[in-house]
């Protein structure tokens, strides 16, 4: 079994007669297969830990339950890839493509995936807790009930995911585009979103207690029945938001009570 680049050139020669095998001994080895194509390849369950595969292909692949924990995979395509149930904890997902890809309950405690693409993904109920997800492209994902607790997201791109019951506290948001997010029921406790965009978001019994939102833009958000008690509201324009039932007590910034 041979894995080839996009060039032909081989990166790795294995007797295993399946791919999985063969990817599987070159991670245990250590063999560097950067650039390797493994495109629409069924890979579900590989144990690829500590892999090598930055810049890999990965492009409409399966790789449902496979380990990749501790890989280098910056600049990698997992564009259209199914990867539910995968674990990327800790692993360098840098500049990384999973547009449309499927990453429902996937994990990604830890990870790096600044500059990453993950635009359009599936990643219902997945796990970024401590992931660095600044200036990533998180336009439409869908993540409702996912974990960003402590993750950051500074200057990311989330114009229309979704995003309900999602636990975001401590979250880094600062300078993030959430306009048009659905953020029912969320938790951003604590989260920082200072000079955030949040431009028509829907925050309906989202729980912002303690959050800092000085300079950010809620012109037009639903804020109905949120919780602002003792946020930072310094410097936050509110045009035309809905505050139906929600709470500002201790509120700094604002004149709702």
Do not use: P, Y
């Amino acid at each position: 079994m041979q894995i080839k680049n996009r060039a032909g050139a081989v990166l790795f020669t294995s007797t295993d007669e399946d791919v999985v095998s063969a990817l599987e001994r070159a991670a245990e080895e250590g063999a560097d297969l950067s650039g390797a194509v493994l495109d629409e390849l069924d890979l579900s369950g590989a144990d690829l830990e500590e892999a090598r595969l930055a810049g890999a292909s990965f492009r409409r692949a399966s790789l449902e339950g496979a380990n990749l924990e501790d890989s280098e995979l910056s600049a990698a395509d997992f564009s259209g890839a199914r990867c539910s149930g995968a674990n990327f904890e800790d692993s360098n997902l840098a500049g990384a493509n999973f547009e449309g890809a499927w990453l429902e309950d996937a994990n990604f405690e830890d990870s790096r995936l600044d500059a990453a693409n993950l635009s359009g993904a599936r990643a219902q109920g997945a796990n970024f807790e401590e992931a660095v997800l600044a200036g990533a492209n998180l336009a439409g994902l869908l993540c409702d009930g996912g974990n960003f607790e402590e993750a950051d997201l500074a200057g990311a791109g989330l114009r229309g995911a979704r995003l309900a019951r999602a636990n975001l506290e401590k979250c880094n948001l600062r300078g993030a585009d959430l306009s048009r997010t659905g953020l029912a029921e969320a938790n951003l406790e604590k989260a920082r979103l200072d000079d955030a965009n949040l431009e028509g978001a829907e925050l309906r019994m989202a729980n912002a207690e303690k959050a800092s939102l000085r300079g950010a833009r809620l012109t037009g958000a639903d804020l109905t029945a949120a919780n602002f008690e003792r946020a930072d509201l310094s410097g936050a324009d509110l045009t035309g938001a809905v505050t139906a039932g929600a709470n500002f007590e201790d509120a700094r910034g604002t004149d709702f009570r």
